[in-house]
């Protein structure tokens, strides 16, 4: 059975800064697109951050460029999201997402539980 597990959520203050985990068990793929979503109460999901684990390739939204980073450990299969100054707009339920043979992770086939992170001012 595939797993998604995430951990790091939590509360933090505007301008600080918290780490996502997401740890892939259960498969043993080498071509796959990871990374995070989010969903703030009333609003769409959007997606945050991919990274591909075959060619590093990564993506960020515009919302988020230049304050996150997503990285990757192959030989664990688990991504890491480093997020930094952060803002109250940031606050959402964030998602762990895989997409199979793929650089992205959008449409993806498989998700997290989903882990809150809420940013105060």
């Known amino acids: 059975e595939v797993q998604l597990v995430e951990s790091g959520g939590g509360l933090a203050q505007a301008g600080g800064s918290l780490r996502l985990s997401c740890a892939v068990s259960?498969?043993?793929?080498?071509?796959?697109?990871i990374g995070w979503f989010r969903q703030a109460p009333g609003k769409e999901r959007e997606g945050v951050s991919c990274i591909s684990k075959s060619h590093g390739i990564t993506y960020y939204s515009d919302s988020v460029k230049g304050r996150f980073v997503i990285s990757s450990d192959n030989a664990k299969d688990t991504a890491y999201l480093q997020m930094n100054n952060l803002q109250p707009d940031d606050t959402a339920v964030y998602y762990c997402?895989?997409?199979?043979?793929?650089?992205?992770?959008?449409?993806?086939?498989?998700w997290g539980q989903g882990t809150q992170v809420t940013v105060s001012s």
């Open positions: 997402a895989v997409r199979l043979y793929s650089t992205s992770c959008f449409n993806a086939d498989y």
């Open positions: 259960g498969w043993n793929f080498d071509d796959y697109g």
